[in-house]
């Protein structure tokens, strides 16, 4: 193996043997030149696509730019709060002796079988009242037999109620003083897809537990009508807090704040404005961009309206004061990026204004416990 480099009319040649200089003609002095001017044109073609690339990336981008807007409307408004749990039966109970070491005669019913409050269950040789069944319900385990000595207070057998089920849902400390008794409530469950079920809120929990800093409330809620359930099933429960008619509504990142005063942005025809926001949006990234997005800014100044606010959900906020039925309003827009970057990056969405000054849409917390707790349901404001 050996490499030859050629100085003007001549060549060194490293050789495993040593190194030999060789005199070349003219034909290698012309070859010579074509590698040069070839070495030129390989480094003009790197320095133009280096350059160009990343511009037509940026042109791509603005142009995946979506402008997006939506209109106010008018109608029923409700707020829920969301929790997940399990079904569980609203009577399960121990039943307990109240007489102090009397014999037992008889044992009247035996484990699995049903019975209606007030039946008797256990009677006593010394003719003591005996001992009734507390509610309807199912006699789930027997403690005692014919012959035993039963102790004030002892447990004697288990009655639970299977017709009667509730579910107990975990509901974020954020939302627990929303809840109140009496709330109607919709119920999904996890084995049964296709089926949704309703009920009512019939208590509420005065102490949480918390997890990783973040407490949480049972919340139990009756199901009407619970066929086809079986306790120990997973439920999420959705608990009607607030509900309104005839109230207007928009997107919720439509609205802003800025200074203390909440707003939204009017759409308008001028067709110029949706390609300044595109060049406000690019402009977090240089000098170019920051003078678009001050223009921006102006533009949307014009359209600014003040609005006051109500309820408000996951996914929208009511307008109490500023705005009527139809109008349209703008909101954040969405850039797509290229679905595949030069580092490898995927598809990916980026959302604002450009030039809002200070204002930006409002951020909201979301917060779950994680563990099957109550996700955010709602707000009130004014």
């Known amino acids: 193996m050996f490499i030859i480099i050629s100085l ?42 280096y350059f160009l690339v990343p511009k037509s ?17 008018k109608g029923k408004f409700e707020v829920n709060v969301s929790g997940t749990g399990t079904v569980q039966p609203v009577t399960s109970q121990d ?16 484990a699995g079988e049903s019975v209606k409050s007030g039946e008797s269950l ?8 005996p001992i ?11 403690a005692v037999t014919p012959g ?55 208590g509420v929990a005065n102490e949480g537990t918390s997890t990783n800093g973040v407490s949480s409330f049972n919340v139990d809620v009756s199901i009407d009508n619970p066929q086809n359930l079986k306790v120990g099933m997973s439920t999420e429960a959705d608990i009607l807090t607030a509900s309104k008619d005839n109230a207007l509504y928009v997107p919720l990142d439509a609205e802003h704040s800025m200074n203390g005063q909440k707003f939204v942005i009017l759409a308008s025809g001028n067709s110029n404005q949706s390609q300044k926001g595109q060049q406000g949006q690019q402009g977090q990234q240089g000098q170019q961009g920051q ?26 906020v009511e307008i109490t004061q500023g705005l009527t039925e139809g109008q349209t309003v703008r909101l954040p827009n969405l850039a797509v990026s290229n679905p595949t970057t030069a ?40």
């Open 8 to 49: 003007s009319k001549q060549s060194v040649c490293y050789g495993s043997e040593g190194i030999e200089v060789i005199h070349v003609g003219k034909g290698a002095e012309k070859m010579k030149k074509w590698i040069y001017i070839i070495i030129g044109i390989l480094i003009v073609g790197f320095a133009g696509y």
């Open 57 to 73: 990336n940026q042109n791509n981008q603005q142009s995946m730019m979506q402008n997006r807007t939506a209109t106010v409307q």
């Open 95 to 110: 039943i307990l002796s109240p007489i102090n070491n009397n014999a037992i005669a008889e044992v009247l019913v035996s």
């Open 122 to 129: 256990i009677t006593f040789t010394d003719g003591s009242d």
């Open 132 to 142: 009734t069944a507390p509610a309807d319900g199912v006699i789930t385990t027997l």
């Open 148 to 202: 035993a000595r039963v102790q004030a207070g002892g447990v004697v057998a288990h009655l639970t109620n299977y017709n009667t089920l509730k579910t107990v849902a975990s509901i974020d400390e954020l939302d627990i003083p929303k809840v109140q008794v009496g709330q109607t409530a919709t119920i999904k469950v996890s084995a049964l897809p296709d089926q949704t079920f309703t009920g009512k809120v019939t």
């Open 291 to 316: 003078q678009g997005q001050q223009g921006q800014g102006q533009n949307w100044s014009a359209n600014r309206v003040t609005v006051k606010t109500g309820l408000a959900n996951a996914d929208y």
């Open 343 to 382: 580092n490898g990056n995927s598809r990916g969405l980026m959302g604002g204004f450009g030039g809002i000054g200070g204002g930006g849409g409002q951020n909201r917390m979301n917060r779950g416990n994680g563990g099957g707790g109550g996700n955010f349901g709602g707000r009130s404001g004014n």
